[in-house]
């Protein structure tokens, strides 16, 4: 079984963190990829076995376009896909006191185009431990997926995308 990771990253920090997710999966998934070199095919996401997504938040309070990634130009596409039963689980990075009342919103956006496309989303985690006011990006109680503040909370990243790991592990048979 192979997962892909693909990333947008503004400043660096969404790919870093997506390297820790693969250092956590090792051999059980692909090196991750910058969304941008795949711009033009994105049907290389139905050869995978499963996705990991992840997407910064960057253009705060917005309805679309939240992450300023090639994500935006993607979600349409994404949308018109048949990923019907695919394990699909999204993380995002973001800066919750900078943007308390936009923490992650991007996830939100991207969760939603995965599930039109029939995806089956899975990484929910706990809004326990997190400090913030508002995100758009929580769904019946819980985060869409694994949020990560490299700003003011990087202390934590690693035990996060640990935790996170183990539960996709068991939530895509892995």
Sequence with gaps: MTIGIY??????????????????????SADPKDVSEVRGDISQFLEMDGLICAIPTWNTGE????????????????????????PV???????????ADNFVDAMEELHRYFEKAGAK????????????????????????????????ESDQTEERV????????S???L
């Design 63 to 86: 309805e679309e376009n939240r992450s300023g990634t090639a994500w935006d130009e993607l979600l349409e596409k994404i949308g018109n896909l048949d990923l019907r039963g695919k």
């Design 162 to 169: 640990k935790l996170w790991c183990t539960q996709l592990k």
């Design 7 to 28: 990333f947008g990253s503004q400043t660096g920090k969404t790919e870093m963190v997506c390297a820790k997710i693969k250092n956590e999966l090792g051999d059980l």
């Design 121 to 152: 989303m899975v990484g929910y985690v706990s809004t326990d431990g997190y400090t913030f006011t508002g995100s758009k990006s929580i769904i019946d109680g819980k985060f869409c997926g694994l949020p990560v503040d490299e700003d003011g």
């Design 171 to 173: 939530e895509m048979g």
């Design 89 to 99: 689980a999204i993380c995002g990075t973001g800066d919750a006191a900078g943007y």
